[in-house]
């Protein structure tokens, strides 16, 4: 089992940024990949962005493509994602999840707050 903690979240005005951190600890070793999701009010869960601890591949939503990247610093168990251009659409409750094979997601983070405004 690993635990997950995010911090970084926050409120920033449209066009602005923002970098949430994921502190994974217990077994990591059998999560390679982090996910990175969103729940805005009234809708469902979205994916946002994954990333490996071992080869740093990242894939991202189309929706947030070119405006966030993942990053991971495996000597301090972190995994980070840097959000920029926000938009309010953006506004949700990010969550970061780990994976042993990419595909269901077993551990997951308390979630941080991010609001945009417009």
């Known amino acids: 089992q690993v635990q997950l903690v995010e911090s970084g979240g926050g409120l920033v005005q449209a066009g602005g940024s923002l970098r949430l951190s994921c502190l994974a600890s217990?077994?990591?070793?059998?999560?390679?990949?982090m996910g990175w999701f969103r729940q805005a009010p009234g809708k469902e869960r979205e994916f946002v962005a994954r990333?490996?601890?071992?080869?740093?591949?990242?894939y991202y939503a189309d929706s947030v493509k070119g405006r966030f990247t993942a990053s991971r610093d495996n000597a301090k168990n972190t995994v980070y994602l840097q959000m920029n251009s926000l938009k309010p659409e953006d506004t949700a409750v990010y969550y970061c999840?780990?994976?042993?094979?990419?595909?269901?997601?077993?551990?997951w983070g308390q979630g941080t707050q991010v609001t945009v405004s417009s």
């Open positions: 999840a780990a994976s042993s094979r990419g595909r269901e997601y077993e551990d």
């Open positions: 990333i490996t601890w071992r080869e740093g591949s990242t």
């Open positions: 217990g077994r990591t070793i059998s999560r390679n990949f």
